[in-house]
């Protein structure tokens, strides 16, 4: 049965403001508008990349609300579940990011407490939304948030998975919002219903407590629960401006291991949702090229290296370029120094 969409996402949208260059939060006088969170920051890039992709989100019914809506249609994601917050506190999450510069660390400050995201409940939506997707993504960031939206998100994880509709969850921990152990605990009790599960090795370790060598750690998770397949990824940080970033992903069908070569020395822009481009390339390869793990790697891998090097939270990109990208990437010729 065809669907609507190839994926469809759970999660808070945010205004991202920030000080131009490299100007301090405390000391500039002009900040930089930009939409962003993590689970639009994954569709979009899938969505530039071929997929249909749609968010699922609550949003203020106010100007800020709006500029909101039009991004998320400018970036071609669907806002057919975008629903509304009527209510005179109705509030969107806003978060302030200083970008780095060694050994200057970038900064971050989060301001969204009781936004409308947190009213959502699965009654903002007919049961038709849960045959709707062919894959449905989330984060340990929508589950943290608050305890009606984790609620409702653990309510929706069951409803798609009961429809047949693959699952896809990101770890994506953030101690400013919950502990290691309150993360373990909720985390575990959903791990059951995903297919593709994305956690770094570091967090595999300090909020799973688990031990090994990665790829141990990879597959212990498909032991425990029945997920399919463990992707996590391997960023190397030399400086604010220059990482190094790879990833490995792990096929319980096949019992195999998937990695190349890391992306060396990406010149960093902004980092800032990068990790959710290499959700969306890894998803894009899976949706459209069901069983090709290794491809799936080389998107997200790509995906990744690109977005580092693009301003604000959303990719910017097409299949062409991530192609020439991977082309590259494994090329041992020489390469052209311009797209022209």
């Given amino acids: ?142 589950l943290a948030l608050s305890p009606q939206l984790r609620e409702t998100a653990i309510e929706m994880i069951r409803r798609f998975k009961a429809q047949g509709t693959l699952i896809s969850f990101d770890v994506n921990f953030r101690g400013n919002l919950w502990t290691g152990a309150e993360a373990k605990a909720c985390i575990e009790s959903i791990l059951p219903y995903v297919d593709v599960f994305f956690c770094s090795e570091d967090t595999a370790r300090l909020t799973f407590l688990k031990e090994g060598s990665a790829r141990e750690i990879m597959k212990s998770f498909t032991q425990e629960y029945p997920i399919s397949i463990v992707a996590s990824t391997q960023r190397v940080v030399h400086s604010p401006k220059r990482h190094t970033f790879g990833s490995i992903i792990y096929s319980a069908r096949e019992d195999t291991y998937y990695e190349e070569p890391p992306y060396a020395d990406i010149e960093v822009v902004d980092r800032i949702g990068s990790g959710d481009a290499y959700i969306s390339g890894v998803l894009y390869g899976l949706l459209s090229g069901e069983g090709d793990y290794r491809r799936a790697l080389e998107y997200g891998n790509a995906t990744s290296a690109l977005k580092n090097t693009i301003p604000g ?3 910017s990109t097409d299949l062409k370029e991530i192609d020439g990208i991977i082309r590259e990437h494994k090329s041992t010729g020489r390469v052209a120094e311009m797209d022209r």
């Fill in 1 to 142: 049965m065809k669907k609507d969409f190839d994926l469809l996402s759970l999660g808070e949208l945010m205004l991202r403001l920030s000080p131009p260059d490299n100007e301090r939060i405390t000391r500039g006088d002009t900040l930089g508008k930009q939409a962003g969170g993590a689970e639009l920051n994954a569709i979009t890039g899938a969505a530039m990349l071929g997929l249909r992709c749609g968010i699922i989100s609550k949003l203020p019914a106010n100007d800020l609300g709006t500029y909101i809506k039009n991004r998320v249609r400018l970036c071609g994601v669907s806002d057919d579940y975008l629903v509304y917050d009527q209510d005179r506190d109705a509030r969107l999450g806003v978060y302030y990011y200083e970008s780095g510069a060694y050994p200057r660390k970038p900064r971050i400050v989060y301001d969204r407490q009781n936004t409308s995201v947190n009213k959502l409940t699965v009654a903002d939506y007919d049961d038709s939304l849960y045959q709707a997707a062919r894959c449905f993504h989330t984060s340990g960031i929508t």
């Fill in 313 to 315: 939270d959303l990719l």
